[in-house]
């Protein structure tokens, strides 16, 4: 009896921590939440619509979506909330955009925290509101949602045959042209840290791999390919890349090594290999091949050994991204009579037989794990609008940001 | 009896082809002579010229201002290649292109040039793997046209993915447009 209720507790802890069981992980009681301050300029109202949210994303508070017009050193207080984030935006003497805050307790006026912030570049205001979200959020000690405050890397389709590059945040409000003249796609973040990205060029005789430092502006060639060159992986110590390319006209995974700059292939498969991510310490790759007949993911060890079908589900899963045990994929699904297609994001462990669905309706595609692998970033196109969508697992909801202009090509952070 | 059954097989067997030859046919001994002698004259040069001018791209009498109108004006009569949703493997009717597309790679006033395919896909699917499918498309055209008797070390292969739409609709018509390959001259 002993025996059967210990197998029956360890069972219960084992499906409860697998994120594909699709249990909300709540947060015990989420704090109500107003906002307070000056919307009668433009650049505050954009800041408290940001900062609110920001707070609805993190899924951590129940938000108040009007913003209360009050003075900053106003005493009035809103009981009908248990807090009050007050805020104050204006510029200082040396011309930067300059913000304080203080947490109230709504109901008595009691003050949580205060803090003050600054920055020089007003365009970078987004950051601004990112940040003052997470310190209430860690205020709280709510889990991590500091990937607000990460810069998003994508390629914008602007015409046939041409596409730039941009760093932004994750609503899209800030956008800063890093590449543009020609065909440049598929950028892909170095090191956690952000300072260089690599991407492909098509500007020269060949597909080529570039790295390019965003701070300085300095690029440095990689490596050039017949047909076509992309980086879909950095290894976590980035010494390695997987690169998709085809040095003898047929797309392969190869492993790339910076420091002695040989390379190795990986996939040898007559058809299609391509979008490698490591797996397990970087000693394996997940990838996408149509080696039965149909686009699907699989498993291979670095060090040799057979290839592994990873996925049972669909007959057309052409992207996928990696965290840990999990993967999470695009599935192309039901084709209508005008051959539209729709594409939905799914989740599975590599431990247990579940697959949960994440997405529902339009095409979701391109999805790419957070560092906290609670959060994912993917493409969404819908209705003829580009959108940067925003996944929260442990919420079970979704956000999207439209692009205004052109379509989004490819995304990394 | 056995002569005129060879000549009505003959016939009824090259009336499907895109190309007739009145040379062929003036030659008369070619066709009398039965199957063997006819595939044998397929490969003789004075008939491969004459395909060339009845394909009505007469090479012989192009002359151009500069390399710019040459290049141009081969690009224009080469024909894309088309595919299926997720396919790569080239259908007997774009096969027919083939030919006709290696025959003027072969001209006279092409066959110093190198050539370049260019494989495209709808914007269906995840840009990466559109961008394999790409090159998947350029690899079997650059295969066919080679085993149509186009040198393959003229020929070089780019994948383009969904960046280069030639219609920008969103149905049916529009997608398969831009599931295509495009062969070009430079």
């Given amino acids: ?46 800041l408290l619509k940001l900062i609110i949210g920001d707070l609805k994303v993190s899924g951590h508070f129940r938000v108040n979506e009007n913003i209360i017009e009050q003075k900053y050193d106003a005493s009035d207080l809103k009981p009908d909330v248990e807090l009050l984030l007050k805020t104050k935006f204006q510029q200082d003497p040396t011309g930067r955009l300059a913000a304080k805050i203080k947490l109230l307790n709504a109901k008595n006026g009691n003050r949580f925290f205060e803090k003050s912030y600054a920055i020089s570049k ?5 950051f601004l509101a990112h940040n003052i979200a997470i310190d209430i959020n860690d205020y709280y000690k709510f889990p991590s949602i500091d990937w ?135 000693s394996a790759v997940i990838f996408v091949s149509d080696r039965l007949g149909y686009p699907n993911i699989f498993y291979k060890r670095i060090g040799g050994g057979k290839v592994e079908q990873m996925v049972f589900h669909g007959k057309n899963n ?20 005008g051959g539209r297609s729709t594409f939905n994001l799914y989740l599975i462990s590599t431990q247990t037989d579940f697959i949960r669905k994440l997405t ?54 | 009896m056995k002569s005129f059954l060879s000549f009505a097989l003959c016939l009824a067997i090259f009336s499907g082809c895109s190309y007739k030859s009145p040379d062929i046919a003036d030659t008369g001994t070619t066709i009398n002579a039965g199957n063997d002698e006819l595939v044998k004259g397929l490969g003789d040069d004075t008939i491969d010229a004459g395909i060339d001018s009845m394909q009505g791209y007469d090479s012989s009498s192009e002359s151009f201002g500069s390399d710019e109108e040459r290049l141009s004006s081969i690009n224009s009569q080469l024909q894309s290649i088309y595919f299926g949703t997720d396919r790569y493997d080239i259908s007997a009717t774009e096969a027919e292109k083939i030919d006709t597309d290696a025959n003027i790679l072969n001209s006279a006033v092409a066959s110093n ?12 699917g995840t840009d990466e793997y559109n961008y394999a499918l790409g090159l998947k498309r350029a690899k079997s055209v650059k295969n066919s046209l080679a085993t149509a008797g186009v040198d393959v070390g003229r020929i070089s292969i780019i994948s383009y993915g969904e960046s280069k739409p030639k219609c ?19």
């Fill in chain 1, 1 to 46: 009896m002993k025996n059967i209720f210990l197998l029956m507790v360890l069972i219960v802890a084992y499906l409860s921590a697998d994120q594909t069981i699709e249990i909300v992980k709540k947060i015990d009681k989420k704090p109500t939440i107003a906002i307070a301050g000056d919307s009668s300029n433009q650049l505050s109202r954009r």
């Fill in chain 1, 122 to 126: 007003g365009d970078r205001y987004p």
């Fill in chain 1, 148 to 282: 607000m405050r990460r810069y998003i890397l994508f390629a914008k389709y602007t015409s046939s045959g041409k596409s730039s590059i941009y760093v932004a945040d994750y609503t899209l409000s800030f956008k800063k042209r890093i590449v543009s003249g020609g065909l440049n796609i598929f950028p892909k973040w170095a090191d956690s840290s952000q300072q260089s990205f690599y991407y492909t060029s098509y500007n020269g005789k060949k597909p080529t791999l570039y790295k390019l430092n965003v701070y300085t502006g300095s690029k440095q060639k990689i490596i050039s390919s017949n047909g076509m060159v992309v980086c879909s992986d950095v290894s976590r110590d980035g010494s390695k890349l997987l690169i998709t390319m085809a040095p003898k006209d047929q797309p392969d995974i190869y492993l790339y090594d910076l420091n002695s700059g040989s390379k190795k292939r990986i996939t040898k498969f007559r058809g299609i290999d391509v979008g490698g991510n490591f797996v397990d310490g970087d």
């Fill in chain 1, 318 to 337: 052409s992207s996928c991204t990696t965290y840990d045990k999990y993967i999470v994929y695009s599935s192309r699904e039901s084709i209508s009579r």
């Fill in chain 1, 360 to 413: 529902q309706g339009g095409k979701n595609m391109f999805p790419r794990f957070a560092d906290d692998g609670e959060t994912i970033l993917y493409i969404k196109n819908s209705g003829g609008v580009s959108n940067l969508g925003i996944l929260r697992l442990n919420e079970n909801r979704s956000f999207l940001f439209p692009l205004r202009e052109g379509r989004i090509q490819s995304i990394d952070w």
């Fill in chain 2, 113 to 124: 040039l190198n050539v370049v395919v260019e494989g495209n896909c709808d914007e269906w």
């Fill in chain 2, 168 to 186: 920008s609709d969103h149905n049916a018509e529009c997608w398969q447009e831009n599931r295509r390959a495009d062969i070009k001259v430079r």
